[in-house]
Antibody, heavy 123, light 108 residues
Framework: EVQLVESGGGLVKPGGSLRLSCAAS????????MNWVRQAPGKGLEWVSS????????NYAGSLKGRFTITRDNAKNSLELQMNSLRAEDTAVYFC????????????????WGQGTMVTVSS | SYELTQPPSVSVSPGQTARITCSGD??????THWYQQKPGQVPVLVIY???ERPSGIPERFSGSSSGATVTLTIGGVQAEDEADYYC???????????FGGGTKLTVL
């Protein structure tokens, strides 16, 4: 079964850090670009970051650049998001999703999504 | 900054056709994808590359594009189609993905 499972969410104080993980199974992880998408409570979807199959092509939402870092380990079939200097507005469910980065014109959208992990930034 | 604009809500009666639009300057140059999200559930891809339908998605879901506007059409709407729908596309330079603000489809 094709599956993405996120972990690492939780409660963190403003200014703190958190590292999210996404474990992939059921498909050849190294053949797909990957993404993080977040959704604040009661709000819409917001793309966070993309990484290409090899990890050599990385994109971030402009508002997050410098605070968040996306990485992947194809040997371990895992995707990660390091989040620093967290703010209250970063509170959201964070999804990992399979799909190409935005500069891949032939993208077919995000076809597989994990269940998400909740990140709450509060004092 | 670049934005994708969707109507906040669309309402239709069962059996009617629902049309949800998405507007953005780069849509004539970039593909658009559509997602359905039901309350408490994960988004599901229902249309990709403007008009392609993933396997398992009912034929009543279709997509079209005309200039800077793309449209998701749901023909013969059923109660189970009630959900939030989001369009997604890239900016002109392919630097980032954008999601529209979402449209809540209500089946009356």
């Amino acid at each position: 079964e094709v599956q993405l499972v996120e972990s690492g969410g939780g409660l963190v104080k403003p200014g703190g850090s958190l590292r999210l993980s996404c474990a992939a199974s059921g498909f050849t992880f190294s053949k797909y670009g990957m993404n993080w998408v977040r959704q604040a409570p009661g709000k819409g979807l917001e793309w966070v970051s993309s990484i290409s199959r090899s990890g050599g092509d990385i994109n971030y939402a402009g508002s997050l650049k410098g605070r968040f870092t996306i990485t992947r380990d194809n040997a371990k079939n895992s995707l990660e998001l390091q989040m620093n200097s967290l703010r209250a507005e970063d509170t959201a469910v964070y999804f990992c999703a399979r799909g190409a980065p935005p500069d891949y014109y032939d993208s077919s959208g995000f076809d597989i999504w994990g269940q998400g992990t909740m990140v709450t930034v509060s004092s | 900054s670049y934005e994708l604009t969707q109507p906040p809500s669309v309402s239709v009666s069962p059996g009617q056709t629902a049309r949800i639009t998405c507007s953005g300057d780069a849509l004539s140059k970039q593909y658009t994808h559509w997602y359905q999200q039901k309350p408490g559930q994960v988004p599901v891809l229902v249309i990709y590359k403007d008009s392609e339908r993933p396997s398992g998605i009912p034929e009543r879901f279709s997509g079209s594009s005309s200039g800077a506007t793309v449209t998701l059409t749901i023909g013969g709407v059923q109660a189970e189609d009630e959900a939030d729908y989001y369009c997604q596309s890239a900016d002109n330079s392919g630097s980032y993905w954008m999601f529209g603000g979402g449209t809540k489809l209500t089946v009356l």
